[in-house]
């Protein structure tokens, strides 16, 4: 998406660092579903009288707010990610905290490449996602993506706009890696 290069002058600057990111405006609506949850839920505590049994409309209310809490940070969490790579580091932050978060060693990476059409049913839903015979996966929409081979016999795939422009600063940065060294 963007391509933010560092001067050489630049203080503590390494060089070239590629950020890019990918959003889910679907998520926003998810997550105003379990804001609406979570308001039912303080409006039954607020407005209920409680003279039809309490254990009954506590069950309700905690259900409602436990819902809608789980619904509204389970999707802010995927709402984008972003990707940064730098010199050493491929790092994916999820949501606007910024978690979940990989950080990769570009000296684990064995190679890099394009993937045209990532779709969230291919990986069982949108988010922080793994699957065995297909590895893991962050997915926030359906659309382009960087799959990284990793030594191990792993792999790694984050939906990210320009997936393009990522796969070749990558794939630049592994000839300068040695393949096997320890993670930083």
């Known amino acids: ?14 060089t070239d660092v590629w950020t890019g990111r990918a959003t889910n405006r679907v998520q926003w609506l998810l ?18 009288a409680w003279t039809s049994g309490i254990a009954p409309l506590a ?4 259900g409602c707010i436990a819902a809608g809490l789980l619904v509204l940070f389970g999707t802010l969490a995927f709402v984008h990610v972003a990707l940064r790579v730098d010199q050493e580091h491929l790092e994916v ?11 990769i060693p570009l000296s684990q990476v064995a190679g890099a490449t394009y993937i045209s059409h990532v779709t969230p049913r291919h990986w069982g839903g949108w988010g922080y996602r793994w699957r065995p015979e297909k590895g893991t996966a962050v997915v926030v929409r359906r659309g382009e993506g960087v799959v990284l081979e990793l030594w191990d016999g792993h792999t790694f795939t984050v939906t990210v706009d ?3 422009a990522a796969v070749q600063v990558i794939k630049a940065r592994l000839g300068r890696t040695k393949p096997g060294a320890p993670a930083h």
């Open 1 to 14: 998406m963007r391509d933010h290069r560092h001067g050489e002058n630049a203080p503590h600057a390494h």
């Open 31 to 48: 997550a105003l579903i379990g804001a609406a949850c979570m308001a039912l839920g303080i409006a039954l505590a607020v407005d209920s």
């Open 59 to 62: 069950m309700a209310v905690v």
């Open 93 to 103: 932050r999820c949501g606007h905290i910024g978690l979940p978060r990989r950080r």
């Open 162 to 164: 320009d997936a393009e």
